[in-house]
């Protein structure tokens, strides 16, 4: 059975940088549509910051993250990063990647997401 694992958060200063990885254990990505990095401070709901098209590599991000994150992949390795850069207090919270259905064409809803990483920790502190 296919897993995604998502790791390499943790705790920075505000202006600091990390970067989130994504693979599969017991499979490599397969027939999907998006994979997207979301997010979940605590008590509020998950929302998708950046994806990426499955099919051409396109990436989106949302507007709080543009010009801070970027997604990229590494096929050989794969794996997918989110390098995080000036992060902010505003950006603590619990980060997981997940895949939509090859179907799907909204990218920037959670609910568009089937197929979830357990999440890593992101916590920024000022």
């Known amino acids: 059975q296919v897993h995604l694992v998502d790791s390499g958060g943790g705790t920075v200063q505000a202006g600091g940088s990390l970067r989130l990885s994504c693979g599969t254990s017991?499979?490599?990505?397969?027939?999907?549509?998006?994979l997207g990095w979301l997010r979940q401070p605590l008590g509020k709901e998950r929302d998708v910051v950046a994806a990426?098209?499955?099919?051409?590599?396109?990436?989106y991000y949302v507007d709080a993250v543009k010009g801070r994150f970027t997604i990229s992949r590494d096929d050989a390795e794969g794996t997918v990063y989110l390098q995080m850069n000036n992060l902010k207090p505003e950006d603590t919270a619990r980060y997981y990647c997940?895949?939509?259905?090859?179907?799907?064409?909204?990218?920037?809803?959670?609910?568009?997401?089937?197929?979830w990483g357990r999440g890593s920790q992101v916590t920024v502190s000022s």
């Open positions: 017991g499979g490599t990505f397969n027939s999907l549509g998006y």
């Open positions: 990426t098209r499955w099919s051409d590599r396109t990436t």
């Open positions: 997940a895949t939509t259905p090859p179907y799907e064409s909204d990218w920037s809803s959670a609910e568009s997401y089937d197929f």
